[in-house]
């Protein structure tokens, strides 16, 4: 069983607040990942990371901010939330091995902006 | 652009049948192919994996066929049981890229009691 979690799983939230989405896995893993889903469509990599103060974006483009000041910890900010971030955000994370391997997944952040 | 596509949205079998799953890629340096599965308000769960010098590979009730020519793989569950029933992800991406997954849309599985 995967060692990841996110907090909060659910937030609604009022258009301007700022959020932070936490992620922490306890493997160990030097890659974490944040992607997007919106029902019925594929998931999106926002950001990405290899390892301590390293942070990319993904495919997709996102107006979400990353940090990666520790191994274990990911977490996703939003400065000021739209309705149009509404979505579920999922972190995941999976060893630096050198060669692809499955990621692990959190159970997810369902985020509703009104 | 999908490069990792997955034509049918939804899928319907009866407990004890096959269930196949496909999964189409269009490009051609992936080189490692995985399926996740996803129950609703949950994060996805790996299921299998597969590398492009293969093309099968069996983990119990789960088989996932590859055909590079084709670009194509699928997955194979049997039989199928009702606490199967999820979203089936395909996913693919290569060494010596950034090693990100590509995800296709999903498709729903039902498996009817």
């Known amino acids: 069983e995967a060692d990841i979690y996110q907090t909060p799983r659910y937030l609604v939230i009022g258009t301007g607040k700022k959020i932070t989405l936490e992620c922490s896995q306890t493997?160990?893993?030097?890659?974490m990942y944040w992607y997007q889903q919106d029902p019925g469509m594929e998931l999106h990599l926002i950001h990405y990371?290899?390892?301590?103060?390293?942070?990319e974006k993904g495919d997709l483009s996102s107006e979400s901010t990353v940090s990666r000041i520790r191994t274990e910890h990911f977490p996703l900010t939003l400065e000021s939330a739209r309705p149009s971030h509404t979505s579920q955000y999922l972190c995941?994370?999976?060893?630096?091995?050198?060669?692809?391997?499955?990621?692990?997944f959190g159970q997810g952040t369902r985020l509703t902006v009104v | 652009d999908q490069q990792v596509k997955q034509n049918s949205p939804s899928l319907s079998v009866q407990e004890g049948r096959i269930s196949i799953l496909n999964c189409d890629y269009t490009?051609?340096?992936?080189?490692?192919f995985l399926w996740y599965k996803k129950y609703p308000a949950e994060g996805p769960t790996f299921l299998i994996s597969?590398?492009?010098?293969?093309d099968k590979n069996e983990d119990g009730r789960f088989t996932v066929f590859l055909n590079k020519s084709a670009k194509h793989l699928s997955l194979h569950i049997v039989p199928s049981q009702p606490g199967d029933s999820a979203v089936y992800f395909c996913?693919?991406?290569?060494?010596?890229?950034?090693?990100?997954?590509?995800f296709g849309k999903g498709t729903k599985l039902t498996v009817n009691p």
């Open positions: 996913a693919a991406n290569f060494q010596g890229g950034s090693e990100k997954l590509v």
């Open positions: 990371s290899y390892g301590v103060n390293s942070t």
């Open positions: 995941a994370s999976s060893e630096k091995t050198g060669i692809p391997s499955e990621a692990f």
């Open positions: 597969i590398s492009s010098i293969k």
């Open positions: 490009n051609s340096m992936f080189d490692y």
């Open positions: 493997m160990g893993h030097d890659k």
